[in-house]
C-alpha cells in the first residue's frame, strides 16, 4: 500500500489516475487512524470513488464504513483526516438515512445498521451512548416512519432510556421548527 499516494489522492481530487481498492481497504482497516480518515474522505467523495479499481460494491462500502465509525466512536481520535466521535456519529446517521431512503427499512443493511448502533449503545460507556442518541438516533426519528423501525427499543429496559430520548428531541425539533419565510 503506497500511504503517500493515498494522502496526495485525499489532498487533490484533481490527480488524475485509478485508485487501487486494495490499497483503499488495507489504509482504512489500518492501524493509522490519519490514513483510514484519509481514506474514508476518498471512498465517500464521488469524484474519487468512480476512480477505485475494481469498483466498490455497496456492500463492501458498507463493510468499510460500519468498522470505521465503530473505531472513531469508540476512540473519539483528535486529527486533521480523522472522524471525531460526533461525526463518526453523524455520517453513520447519514448512512442509515440513505438506506431508509432507498429501501424503507427493508433492507438487510438497514437492519445491520441497527443491529450495529444496539450493540455500541449496550457496550458504551456514557460518552458512547450520548453520541449513539445524540448524533444518530435523535435524527433518525426526524424522519417520518423510522421511529416505528425502533419500537422494539421501547420494550427493553436498556435501549428504553434512548428510544425515549430520542423521541422527545426529535419531538421537539418539529415543534420548535420555525417557518421558512
Do not use: C, H, M, N
Given at each position: 500500500m503506497d500511504r503517500d499516494f493515498l494522502f496526495a489522492i485525499a489532498m487533490d481530487e484533481q490527480r488524475e489516475g485509478s485508485i487501487p481498492k486494495v490499497d483503499l481497504i488495507e489504509g482504512i482497516s489500518g492501524d493509522d487512524?490519519?490514513?483510514?480518515?484519509?481514506?474514508?474522505?476518498?471512498?465517500?467523495?464521488?469524484?474519487l470513488k468512480k476512480r477505485i479499481e475494481p469498483p466498490l460494491a455497496d456492500e463492501e462500502l458498507e463493510n468499510l464504513l460500519m468498522p470505521y465509525f465503530e473505531r472513531c466512536i469508540l476512540t473519539d481520535p483528535k486529527g486533521e483526516w480523522t472522524?471525531?466521535?460526533?461525526?463518526?456519529?453523524?455520517e453513520a446517521q447519514g448512512c442509515m438515512l440513505k438506506g431508509w431512503d432507498n429501501d424503507g427499512g427493508s433492507s438487510k443493511s438497514f437492519a445491520r445498521w441497527k443491529k450495529w448502533m444496539e450493540?455500541?449503545?449496550?457496550?458504551?460507556?456514557?460518552?458512547?451512548?450520548?453520541?449513539?442518541?445524540d448524533g444518530i438516533l435523535e435524527h433518525l426519528f426526524e424522519k417520518?416512519?423510522?421511529?416505528?423501525?425502533?419500537?422494539?427499543?421501547?420494550?427493553?429496559?436498556?435501549?428504553?432510556?434512548?428510544?425515549?430520548?430520542?423521541?422527545?428531541?426529535?419531538?421537539?425539533?418539529?415543534?420548535n421548527a420555525q417557518p421558512a419565510r
Open positions: 487512524p490519519e490514513l483510514a480518515g484519509a481514506v474514508y474522505d476518498i471512498i465517500t467523495t464521488d469524484r472522524l471525531t466521535r460526533y461525526s463518526a456519529a453523524w450493540r455500541l449503545y449496550r457496550a458504551g460507556d456514557e460518552a458512547i451512548k450520548r453520541a449513539i442518541v417520518k416512519g423510522l421511529r416505528q423501525f425502533f419500537a422494539d427499543w421501547k420494550a427493553d429496559s436498556e435501549l428504553k432510556t434512548a428510544y425515549e430520548e430520542a423521541q422527545l428531541w426529535a419531538d421537539t425539533q418539529s415543534k
